[in-house]
């Protein structure tokens, strides 16, 4: 896609429904990981199914090409959902940028069956998701990061978002459209203090750091912190990568605790799921989020755990335990340096203190959905807010301004206490961005301008 760099002045002013304006899109979405992904691909066939009516749309993505969480392409990492969940089974079954099309286009779709699984190899997932953003790539910039979204307004109203990019070389770019939607991800977590460095990862980029690793002298001792499925899946990943190193696994649980994936706690992520739970009160929301967080939250596929007890036992067979599980147990002092890093564990139960010195620390510490008042800069100032900070979201993903608007912004993923358990996961990614996609066309269709609550500040308004 090219680029466009486009003035704002009165005189750009249009998006009022009738108004005309060859600069002004109908929708930005910001981000390209696979919400935004599964959204370009419902605007492309809603666009055939009705070219009158179809969006003009751009995709804004920091990264340089379509990369989904590429530093934990773990050879042999598998997905945690049903390959039927991909970008449009659930939305469009006979749609052609289904996962079974990708297999059938690359020749292993016979394979694929007698394969007789439902999960994927996440590198396999990934060269779908490739696949598929590379036949909407015209629709998306990549290198170009928003910094700021400032709100557009016709005589006091919002009708459109005026979003600036900035590329690698500082380029800034501004572009238009009357709606926008974040679907920006997640942040890595680390627990307070910690900063990363070249012996202290995050394990978002576990390979990266990995292939830095100098080979010379060969590590001897990994610490890896966390008791979730990242944190078993890096133990494992630097058990079989490094022969001769021992692998620390800190935790502050007992054992690694397994994920509920059975056929009832996992209805909890259907499409249905949401009315119900976006209907519920806030006590019962946070009931039921308690009672399934174990479908994702701080557990670990059983099969991995299986395989590392068995490893782990085998070592104690062999009497050479290269893989020590360090148990309700948590890290109480770090020290890197160039070479390495002083660890110190607390054995919680007895207080016991061991030291470690360890060629490098993985936390494995999870991840939060971003606030998307960061990414929405100056519009952000205008999201209302429930009583607990989180933005008020409509069940159609639009975040509530507090200023008359007839523009949008819609999110994808940070919608957790909301929309439920399956807002920051692919499980609901196709059903989501065809309601996204209705809700746009709807309002196209009989636009209503929100009840104004405050008078916008003049510093928020980038036309008035
Ligand atoms: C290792 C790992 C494995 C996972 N496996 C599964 C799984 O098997 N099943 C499942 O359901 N979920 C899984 N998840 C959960 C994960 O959140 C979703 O899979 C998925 O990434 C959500 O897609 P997304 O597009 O909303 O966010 P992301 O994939 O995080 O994409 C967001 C994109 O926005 C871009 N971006 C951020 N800020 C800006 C900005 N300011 N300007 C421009 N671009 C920006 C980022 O570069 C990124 O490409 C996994 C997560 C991890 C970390």
Same mark, same amino acid.
């Given at each position: 896609?090219?680029?466009?760099?486009?003035?704002?002045?009165?005189?750009?002013?249009?998006?009022?429904?009738?108004?005309?304006?060859?600069?002004?899109?109908?929708?930005?979405?910001?981000?390209?990981?696979?919400?935004?992904?599964?959204?370009?691909?419902?605007?492309?066939?809603?666009?055939?199914?009705?070219?009158?009516?179809?969006?003009?749309?751009?995709?804004?993505?920091?990264?340089?090409?379509?990369?989904?969480?590429?530093?934990?392409?773990?050879?042999?990492?598998?997905?945690?959902?049903?390959?039927?969940?991909?970008?449009?089974?659930?939305?469009?079954?006979?749609?052609?940028?289904?996962?079974?099309?990708?297999?059938?286009?690359?020749?292993?779709?016979?394979?694929?069956?007698?394969?007789?699984?439902?999960?994927?190899?996440?590198?396999?997932?990934?060269?779908?998701?490739?696949?598929?953003?590379?036949?909407?790539?015209?629709?998306?910039?990549?290198?170009?990061?928003?910094?700021?979204?400032?709100?557009?307004?016709?005589?006091?109203?919002?009708?459109?978002?005026?979003?600036?990019?900035?590329?690698?070389?500082?380029?800034?770019?501004?572009?238009?459209?009357?709606?926008?939607?974040?679907?920006?991800?997640?942040?890595?977590?680390?627990?307070?203090?910690?900063?990363?460095?070249?012996?202290?990862?995050?394990?978002?980029?576990?390979?990266?750091?990995?292939?830095?690793?100098?080979?010379?002298?060969?590590?001897?001792?990994?610490?890896?912190?966390?008791?979730?499925?990242?944190?078993?899946?890096?133990?494992?990943?630097?058990?079989?990568?490094?022969?001769?190193?021992?692998?620390?696994?800190?935790?502050?649980?007992?054992?690694?605790?397994?994920?509920?994936?059975?056929?009832?706690?996992?209805?909890?992520?259907?499409?249905?799921?949401?009315?119900?739970?976006?209907?519920?009160?806030?006590?019962?929301?946070?009931?039921?989020?308690?009672?399934?967080?174990?479908?994702?939250?701080?557990?670990?596929?059983?099969?991995?755990?299986?395989? /590392?007890? +068995? #490893?782990?036992?085998?070592?104690?067979?062999?009497? *050479?335990?290269? !893989?020590?599980?360090?148990? =309700? %147990?948590?890290?109480?002092?770090?020290?890197?340096?160039?070479?390495?890093?002083?660890?110190?564990?607390?054995?919680?139960?007895?207080?016991?203190?061991?030291?470690?010195?360890?060629?490098?620390?993985?936390?494995?510490?999870?991840?939060?959905?971003?606030?998307?008042?960061?990414?929405?800069?100056?519009?952000?100032?205008?999201?209302?807010?429930?009583?607990?900070?989180?933005?008020?979201?409509?069940?159609?993903?639009?975040?509530?301004?507090?200023?008359?608007?007839?523009?949008?912004?819609?999110?994808?993923?940070?919608?957790?206490?909301?929309?439920?358990?399956?807002?920051?996961?692919?499980?609901?990614?196709?059903?989501?961005?065809?309601?996204?996609?209705?809700?746009? /066309?709807? +309002? #196209?269709?009989?636009?209503?301008?929100?009840?104004? *609550?405050?008078? !916008?500040?003049?510093?928020? =308004? %980038?036309?008035?």
């Amino acid at each position: 896609m090219t680029s466009s760099h486009i003035g704002i002045d009165a005189t750009s002013v249009a998006g009022r429904p009738g108004g005309h304006d060859d600069d002004l899109l109908d929708l930005i979405g910001i981000g390209f990981g696979p919400s935004n992904l599964a959204l370009a691909i419902a605007v492309t066939e809603q666009a055939e199914r009705d070219p009158g009516r179809a969006l003009r749309v751009a995709f804004l993505e920091r990264q340089p090409r379509f990369g989904w969480h590429r530093g934990m392409l773990l050879d042999d990492a598998t997905m945690q959902i049903s390959f039927l969940k991909d970008l449009v089974t659930q939305r469009n079954p006979a749609s052609d940028f289904s996962f079974v099309t990708y297999l059938h286009r690359c020749g292993r779709l016979t394979d694929f069956i007698n394969h007789k699984t439902l999960f994927p190899l996440r590198i396999e997932f990934h060269d779908y998701l490739e696949w598929a953003a590379h036949r909407v790539a015209h629709l998306v910039d990549y290198g170009q990061t928003v910094v700021d979204v400032r709100p557009v307004l016709d005589e006091g109203v919002i009708v459109a978002f005026a979003v600036t990019s900035q590329s690698a070389d500082g380029t800034v770019t501004v572009r238009r459209a009357r709606d926008v939607v974040v679907a920006t991800g997640l942040s890595p977590r680390l627990p307070a203090g910690v900063v990363t460095g070249p012996r202290v990862w995050h394990n978002l980029d576990i390979l990266s750091r990995v292939d830095a690793m100098p080979a010379d002298p060969t590590p001897r001792r990994f610490v890896v912190v966390g008791a979730g499925q990242s944190a078993a899946e890096v133990v494992d990943h630097l058990h079989r990568t490094y022969d001769d190193a021992e692998v620390c696994a800190v935790f502050a649980r007992w054992g690694y605790t397994p994920a509920d994936d059975t056929p009832y706690a996992n209805r909890i992520f259907d499409p249905d799921a949401v009315d119900v739970y976006f209907d519920a009160d806030d006590r019962v929301k946070q009931m039921l989020f308690d009672y399934h967080r174990n479908t994702n939250y701080s557990v670990v596929d059983a099969d991995l755990i299986n395989d /590392l007890y +068995r #490893r782990e036992y085998q070592e104690r067979v062999q009497g *050479r335990q290269r !893989l020590r599980m360090m148990n =309700a %147990s948590r890290v109480t002092a770090m020290a890197a340096d160039h070479a390495g890093v002083d660890v110190e564990v607390e054995f919680l139960p007895t207080g016991e203190r061991t030291p470690l010195r360890a060629d490098a620390v993985v936390y494995a510490t999870g991840y939060t959905p971003g606030d998307p008042g960061g990414v929405l800069g100056t519009a952000g100032t205008l999201l209302a807010r429930r009583v607990d900070g989180a933005p008020v979201v409509e069940r159609d993903y639009r975040l509530v301004l507090e200023a008359p608007a007839d523009a949008a912004v819609y999110l994808q993923g940070a919608t957790e206490a909301t929309h439920g358990i399956a807002s920051t996961l692919l499980s609901n990614i196709a059903i989501r961005s065809g309601e996204i996609v209705d809700s746009i /066309l709807a +309002r #196209r269709a009989a636009p209503a301008v929100t009840a104004p *609550r405050r008078t !916008l500040p003049a510093a928020v =308004a %980038s036309v008035s």
